[in-house]
């Protein structure tokens, strides 16, 4: 199965605020969120670099 960079996918991210829960959604292709998840990788490791 092929999957396709180009294809429309939502994204939902959740957190608290203030004891109040909020929700953002976004439509992003695949291809950006492969690299979004790049840059939150990358942001991981250099948390963990400088926490040493």
Same mark, same amino acid.
């Given at each position: 199965?092929?999957?396709?960079?180009?294809?429309?996918? #939502? !994204?939902? =991210?959740?957190? &608290?605020?203030?004891? =109040?829960?909020? #929700?953002? #959604? &976004? %439509? !992003?292709? %695949?291809? &950006? =969120?492969?690299?979004? =998840? !790049? &840059? !939150?990788?990358?942001?991981?490791?250099? #948390?963990?670099? %400088?926490?040493?």
């Amino acid at each position: 199965m092929d999957i396709d960079p180009d294809e429309i996918v #939502t !994204v939902e =991210l959740s957190w &608290q605020n203030a004891g =109040l829960p909020t #929700t953002y #959604t &976004q %439509r !992003v292709t %695949r291809r &950006q =969120l492969g690299n979004l =998840l !790049v &840059q !939150v990788d990358d942001m991981a490791a250099d #948390t963990e670099e %400088r926490a040493a």
